[in-house]
């Protein structure tokens, strides 16, 4: 029933070669029915917003059928989605130097004994500092491309372009090696380019980190009772004995470095606070900072590191400690990308509240495989949408005039927004149709209306 404006049926059109013809001919209309749908996001639902007079008899072949298999039973990979998706990015959107790449994980709370892949993860949302809350569901490690949109104010938008479900029990990759097979298949894609990895404490693993490729730097957070050592190895007496020094002595750990920049009184030489200024989470900070290089031999091996370790004297942020392969990276550089890693989380939060992501209720293993790896690329088509062309139609227009305060033009549940009024208006329109084929229209309107009810 929707028709597809001709600016997005340009974007999707870069999708074509990851689908077979027919699984093809159903991206489209189940694109625009998850847009259009405004209700819960179950499949039943997105079938009947794309074709409202279908109701389907389980008991034989119906209608919906083709929206059902798409995950179920259609021979497209995530992994060749991935690649046209990251195709899509990387050649409508401009990136100037290193691209900066974010890795997280995120849970999709479902239930059922007959669920694929079901295991108990940790909750974020539920979790404190005092105590870790675990929920039943299906965790997902995403790596998306950080972008920031010249001239929009907003910091930095993170568009996914690679998923992987991480599965529970023994035996089963870890969130790190998954992360890992992502970053390897982006680097065969684009062996010209050059990355900056941003990643929590739970990526400063040995398993992502101690072969990491050189066209890689990694920028992530680690532990304040973290075990370092000197780079610098003293010369060994030509009598003694045994096997070389691979390392020099012990360095402060982050936390004991932050002690003995507060204990310092001279003004001059090592372990001393210096004045930061940067831009965060939005806004202008002057943070203070205590940067050396050392060894980390549990994550990185042999390969130095530079620790930073940042404190705001206002208080608001706790003490942050972060490091990254770069070593002659500044100070400012290292706390800004650290920082750009809060826009995966605004993703994660996108994809659940405006997306639906958990809605949909799958068991079996091909549409779980598939399902989440392709509601976070659709997100990324939407979004490439928006920035190369939908933010200049005439509906963009007309909603940015409404906005308030606290509304963002470059959020997810704007730019679906857009896109919604775009379609209805390239669909009902008094000049595309004669008066039957418009009563028929209004009627299918009335329907979808009714099934958001």
Known sequence: MWTMIESLTHVVEVLRPAFTQPSYGTVGPLLLGWVMCLGRHTLRRVGHTVQPELVPDHSQRHGLDSYYNFFARSAWTPQALAYRITLLVFTRLKFVGAVTLLVDDTLAHKHGQSVWGLGWFRDACASTKKRVATAPGHNGVVLAVAVCVPFSGVPILALPLCARLHRPGKGQPSCPQLAKEMLAEVLTWFPGKRFTLVGDGAYASKTLLADLDERVTFVGRLRGDAALYDPRVAAAKKSKRGPKAK?????????????????????????????????????????????????????????????????????????????????????????????????????????????????????????????????????????????????????????????????????????????????????????????????????????WANLAA
Not at 283 to 304: D, S
Not at 405 to 414: A, C
Request: hydrophobic residues 45%; glycine residues 4%.
């Open 247 to 447: 390392k020099g002595p012990k360095l402060p750990k982050p936390k004991e470095a932050a002690a003995k920049a507060d204990r310092k009184r001279l003004a001059a030489g090592p372990w001393l606070w210096q004045a930061v200024e940067v831009v965060v989470y939005g806004c202008g900070r002057c943070l203070k900072t205590v940067a050396y290089e050392a060894l980390w031999p549990t994550v990185l091996g042999p390969r130095t590191a530079r620790i930073v370790v940042v404190r705001d004297p206002s208080g608001r942020m706790r003490d942050c400690y972060l490091f990254t392969t770069d070593l002659s990276a500044r100070e400012a550089w290292v706390i800004t990308q650290f920082a750009w890693r809060w826009s995966i989380e605004g993703l994660f939060r996108a994809s659940k509240q405006v997306m639906d992501l958990e809605a949909p209720q799958h068991w079996c293993q091909e549409s779980v495989e598939k399902l989440a790896p392709w509601v976070w690329s659709m997100q990324s088509v939407i979004m490439v949408w928006y920035v190369t062309a939908g933010h200049e139609l005439p509906e963009a227009q007309a909603l940015r005039e409404l906005m308030g305060d606290w509304d963002s033009e470059w959020s997810l549940r704007h730019m679906i927004q857009v896109l919604r009024r775009a379609t209805l208006n390239a669909t009902i329109n008094p000049n595309s149709a004669d008066e039957a084929e418009l009563r028929e229209m209004v009627e299918t309107l009335k329907k």
